[in-house]
């Protein structure tokens, strides 16, 4: 389907009664992840005939849909996750959003969605944060942005549904983890997988997400923070976490992680951190890597960390790895040195607090 070339007007409806900010501020100081939302919404409608049109930023409430609603029994829906952050000297900031929305394309492409053009996502973001901005915490804390894509249409044929809701909720986060940057446990599955070749392993929609659950909790039973998951046709090469990319780092200087080629979602944190490795001069592989490799590099030492990176959690240290056959540490089982120095040079980039010579933050008006 083709991408509107004008973006709507946004209407603002203020929520009549917000939140206090006592309350507020009580919220904000014992957060966890994507338990709490703010104040408003935004929702933006679509139909063939009109587009995108009645955009606007609303009190959030429950959405009302037609038990027909062709999500609720085919899954056409989409989103994307990215953070809005308080730097110490009190401005928003966005840490690449152009990418999320270039990226939520090609997964309305994939899932056969109409594209929502760049510019509207980005004013959708940047319209929600800018009315909620007393909800963008400082410090390590920052503002859950989800926006999401459903198809609204009421209609059970099986087609792509003709009618979509596009809309934004915001939720103010702490640490994605419990134990902060305690480094995680992982669990190797070798059953179910993720995705496959011509699959959807690339889009980020929540089909791939209801698929990996069963999977997360097996890695749950045995104590594990995630699931690691295996190519679907070999069960051997390692393609990524649930929800987070995976990297390796040897000993002479060289980053391993896995390549895109449509199994892998392509996370802007992986991206972000390819290059601020290389910039460091560090040797950059994406190629297959196997999990038995994974074995033999902590056997002979040349593995020294490994880590995990997603926007939510930004890199999190793999400490132990348990499989079928037992289980490993990678390292000394803590988090690195070099996981911890990336993730303090991505950081202090998202937050502002070093020069952006990338042009990689965008500041809110707000
Ligand atoms: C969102 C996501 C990632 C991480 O992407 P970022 O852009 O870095 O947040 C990795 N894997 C999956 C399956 C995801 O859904």
Request: charged share 25%.
């Amino acid at each position: 389907m083709s991408t509107q070339s004008s973006i709507p007007n946004f209407t603002i409806e203020r929520h009549p009664s917000p939140v206090s900010d006592a309350d507020r501020a009580k919220v904000l100081e014992n957060l966890g992840f994507g338990k709490v939302f703010t104040d408003h919404m935004v929702v933006v409608r679509w139909s063939p005939d009109r587009g995108w049109y009645d955009a606007k930023v609303t009190a959030r409430k429950p959405l009302e849909i037609d038990p027909a609603a062709s999500v609720l029994h085919y899954a056409q829906e989409i989103f994307e996750g990215m953070k809005a952050y308080r730097a110490e000297d009190g401005r928003i900031l966005l840490f690449r959003p152009e990418q999320n929305a270039r990226r939520f394309n090609e997964s309305a492409q994939r899932m056969a969605m109409p594209e929502v053009p760049e510019d509207l996502f980005l004013k959708a973001v940047e319209e929600l944060v800018a009315i909620d901005k007393a909800w963008v915490p400082g410090g390590d804390a920052s503002l859950y942005l989800r926006p999401f894509m459903f198809a609204s249409e009421s209609f059970l044929g099986v087609r792509p549904a003709l009618e979509y809701l596009f809309v934004v909720i915001a939720s103010p986060v702490g640490a994605y983890f419990k134990g902060g940057s305690k480094a995680v446990k992982l669990w190797v599955e070798t059953g179910y997988t993720r995705a496959a070749a011509g699959g959807t392993g690339a889009a980020k929609c929540g089909g791939n997400y209801a698929a990996s659950l069963v999977a997360q909790a097996e890695a749950a039973k045995r104590e594990c923070d995630q699931v690691v998951f295996l190519d679907a046709a070999e069960h051997k090469w390692v393609e990524e976490l649930g929800g987070m990319n995976v990297f390796f780092a040897m000993n002479d200087g060289t980053l391993v992680t896995p390549p895109l080629g449509g199994t892998i979602l392509p996370g802007i944190t992986r991206k972000s951190i390819i290059q601020l490795a290389r910039e460091r001069g560090l040797k950059v592989e994406e190629r297959p890597y196997s999990f038995a490799e994974w074995q033999d590099d902590v056997k002979s030492g040349r593995m020294t960390e490994a880590f995990a990176c997603g926007t939510a959690a930004v890199l999190a240290g793999i400490g132990t790895v348990r499989h079928a056959d037992g289980e490993f540490k990678v390292g000394n089982g803590e988090t690195g040195a070099l996981t911890t120095s990336l993730r303090e040079e991505l950081v202090n980039l998202q937050r502002g607090m070093t020069n952006d010579e990338r042009g990689w933050t965008r500041t809110i008006a707000a």
